[in-house]
T-cell receptor, first 114, second 111 residues
Framework: EADIYQTPRYLVIGTGKKITLECSQTMGHDKMYWYQQDPGMELHLIHYSYGVNSTEKGDLSSESTVSRIRTEHFPLTLESARPSHTSQYLC?????????????FGEGSWLTVV | QKEVEQDPGPLSVPEGAIVSLNCTYSNSAFQYFMWYRQYSRKGPELLMYTYSSGNKEDGRFTAQVDKSSKYISLFIRDSQPSDSATYLCAMRNTGFQKLVFGTGTRLLVSP
């Protein structure tokens, strides 16, 4: 079982609020990712990191930002939430080896902006 | 056109049936192919991965890759109600860790 944790699991907030979705992994993985998934739709990569102080934007444009100050921690922040940000956000990690095919996912954070 | 196409289903089968799930793709550079299972309100978990063409078997699951046709399959033998979930295919090219996912196929196995 993957040791990657996301909090909160479910969050309902008002428009304009600042939120941070937390993600931590205890596997010592260098690579971490944030995916966004709407119901019935494919996962879209919005941010990734190859190590401490490394962050890159993914394929899907997102107004969120991320930071990677510690290997195990990869939080995602929305400065001013909008209803269009309502979605499921999945954090993931993988190691540096060629079996970086083994990407481990957290259980997801369901965000609803009202 | 999406890089990876997957029928969203739902696919409904009786318990014990053989299930075939498929994806097609357009990028011939893809070399690594994966299948993830995702239960409702959970994150995806890796079931199988295959490098390049060929078959791979793990218990009741068999993954097949046909690179000439740009087509991958996951077969589930003796399907169980606990197999009811959404199955996502994913793939990437060499030296590039970002995965491209299909939309997922929802599978329902009835007792």
């Amino acid at each position: 079982e993957a040791d990657i944790y996301q909090t909160p699991r479910y969050l309902v907030i008002g428009t304009g609020k600042k939120i941070t979705l937390e993600c931590s992994q205890t596997m010592g993985h260098d690579k971490m990712y944030w995916y966004q998934q709407d119901p019935g739709m494919e996962l879209h990569l919005i941010h990734y990191s190859y190590g401490v102080n490394s962050t890159e934007k993914g394929d899907l444009s997102s107004e969120s930002t991320v930071s990677r100050i510690r290997t195990e921690h990869f939080p995602l922040t929305l400065e001013s939430a909008r209803p269009s940000h309502t979605s499921q956000y999945l954090c993931a990690s993988s190691d540096q080896g060629d079996s970086g095919n083994t990407i481990y996912f957290g259980e997801g954070s369901w965000l609803t902006v009202v | 056109q999406k890089e990876v196409e997957q029928d969203p289903g739902p696919l409904s089968v009786p318990e014990g049936a053989i299930v075939s799930l498929n994806c097609t793709y357009s990028n011939s550079a893809f070399q690594y192919f994966m299948w993830y299972r995702q239960y409702s309100r959970k994150g995806p978990e890796l079931l199988m991965y295959t490098y390049s063409s060929g078959n791979k078997e793990d218990g009741r699951f068999t993954a097949q890759v046909d690179k000439s046709s740009k087509y991958i399959s996951l077969f589930i033998r003796d399907s169980q109600p606990s197999d009811s979930a959404t199955y996502l295919c994913a793939m990437r090219n060499t030296g590039f860790q970002k995965l491209v996912f299909g939309t997922g196929t929802r599978l329902l196995v009835s007792p």
